[in-house]
């Protein structure tokens, strides 16, 4: 491999291990030349592979070598999401298999996840259904899913349903734009959702929020799929 990638792959490594932290300084360029015996110019675009991998934010004007940004979500969403506009995916699509990820985490859900689930659930009382939009409500609702999502042990599970989630939210609010959103989701509904999948959760009852939680999910997306066009494609730019 070239210098460049040698230099890139070792700072990637040492970014997704956790060696630096957020927001900390990258490396100088003099630095670099002199751990690794190279050139500006093969520094330089060992940083500028690290930059268009999101895992570096340049600092212009200087030879600094950056910021470290760790992977994120959001990240993760905008590029899978050109991804499906690529391939002509629709909403429906999109939809369809968020609901069998959501399906997934509750069937992965171990008894030791639900003190997380339930704390999550508690933190959430206040703001749960409170929007006056539909799409407010629809945002509650989605919510209400990431909660049960962000309380599985299995991490692989967590991240791909909250890269869906932030999607169908994406599509949520195009279609709010379209004026394509209609009623049908009350204040109350996740109010209710919400406290009934609480009771289940405290009580240690892991057969009982499984049941639950895929009956709400599977409401849920069959909603959305009402309130929104399951035609239309996915579109990142709208």
Not at 159 to 164: E, K, T, V, Y
Not at 189 to 218: C, H, K, M, T, Y
């Amino acid at each position: 491999p070239k210098g460049a990638d040698i230099v890139a792959g070792q700072l990637r490594r040492r970014i997704i291990g956790g060696e630096v932290a957020e927001g900390a300084s990258v490396p100088t360029e003099s630095a670099l030349m002199e751990q690794f015996g190279l050139s500006r110019p093969s520094v330089r675009e060992a940083l500028r592979i690290l930059e268009a991998e999101h895992l570096a934010q340049p600092i212009r004007g200087s030879h600094h070598g950056g910021r470290v940004r760790l992977p994120n979500v959001a990240t993760a969403v905008w590029h899978t999401g050109l991804l499906l506009q690529r391939s002509g995916a629709t909403i429906g699509q999109l939809l369809e298999a968020q609901l069998v990820l959501e399906r997934c985490v509750s069937h992965n859900l171990v008894e030791a996840d639900l003190a997380r689930l339930a704390g999550s659930l508690d933190a959430m009382r206040a703001e749960q259904g409170s929007g006056a939009t539909t799409a407010d409500r629809i945002g509650s609702a989605l919510g209400l899913l990431g909660a049960m999502s962000e309380s599985t042990s299995n991490d692989t599970l967590r991240c791909l349903s909250a890269i869906g989630r932030d999607l169908v939210a994406r599509s949520v609010a195009a279609g709010e734009s379209r004026a394509t959103l209609t009623t049908g989701w009350s204040k109350g509904l996740f109010q209710r959702w919400r406290r009934e999948l609480l009771v289940l959760a405290r009580n240690g009852d892991l057969a009982g929020v499984v049941a639950a939680w895929r009956d709400d999910s599977e409401r849920s997306y069959r909603r959305l799929h009402d309130v929104l066009d399951p035609a239309r494609s996915v579109d990142m730019f709208e």
